[in-house]
């Protein structure tokens, strides 16, 4: 079946401007996670959807970056007034809900983004 | 908070022998899961072992496996018979309810 993807696979754009980041979770996955990875780091955790909601945000680096899930479904990264420093590879992952056991995350290739 | 910690940024190894990666992690839990991740230069994750902490018996995939001890917060995994496709970012991370927290990575090289 098809696994997590993530529109565009590279996005160049320059400072100051507004860009999106889509990610399309696998069929039937209520849970999906942003992460952010910086060239020569780990992925850090931005934001958690259970379905709809946002459970958990703490990990958006500050208020111009947002998230939404309008659906439950596909989700949209949006980042305003971009800066140099928001350069990094941004990972989605989603996975099943089964109430609280274990629930395997299963990554995207992710959005390699440059701001110039 | 939780933190995981790779010291090794970069390993390499001959193919056909084994190698061991290492990871210390830091937490206050008794109930968690520990991973081990593999990211190649197409940068899609790709889980390689996961662990439970309540089981005492180390995890085994194949040519992966792990030595988990709890006591030490270590998670070191050792790849044997190593490849040409093992050549990757590895990537140790820990996870309480739902949140992955992760190391800074390990470069494996595999010489031919």
């Known amino acids: 079946g098809a696994g997590v993807s993530q529109t565009p696979s590279n996005k160049v754009t320059e400072k100051g401007k507004y860009v999106e980041l889509r990610c399309d979770p696998i069929?039937?996955?209520?849970?999906l996670y942003w992460y952010r990875q910086s060239l020569g780091q780990g992925p850090e955790f931005l934001i958690y959807?259970?379905?709809?909601?946002?459970?958990?945000d703490s990990g958006l680096p500050n208020d111009r970056f947002f998230a939404v899930r309008p659906e439950g479904s596909v989700s949209t990264l949006k980042i305003q007034r971009t800066e140099r420093g928001d350069s990094a590879v941004y990972l989605c992952?989603?996975?099943?809900?089964?109430?609280?056991?274990?629930?395997?995350?299963?990554f995207g290739p992710g959005t390699r983004l440059t701001v110039l | 908070a939780q933190t995981v910690t790779q010291s090794q940024p970069e390993m390499s190894v001959q193919e056909a022998e084994t190698v061991t990666l290492s990871c210390t992690y830091d937490?206050?839990?008794?109930?968690?899961?520990l991973f081990w991740y593999k990211q190649p230069p197409s940068r899609q994750m790709i889980l390689v072992i996961r662990?439970?902490?309540?089981k005492q018996q180390n995890a085994t995939e194949n040519r992966f496996s792990v030595n988990f001890q709890k006591a030490a917060k270590s998670f070191s995994l050792k790849i044997s018979d190593s490849q040409l496709g093992d050549a990757a970012m590895y990537f140790c991370?820990?996870?309480?309810?739902?949140?992955?927290?992760w190391g800074a990575g390990t470069k494996l090289i595999i010489k031919p």
């Open positions: 937490t206050s839990e008794s109930d968690y899961y």
């Open positions: 662990q439970e902490a309540y």
């Open positions: 992952a989603s996975s099943p809900y089964k109430g609280g056991s274990y629930n395997e995350q299963f």
């Open positions: 069929s039937g996955h209520t849970a």
């Open positions: 959807f259970q379905g709809t909601g946002a459970a958990d």
């Open positions: 991370a820990y996870r309480n309810n739902y949140q992955l927290i």
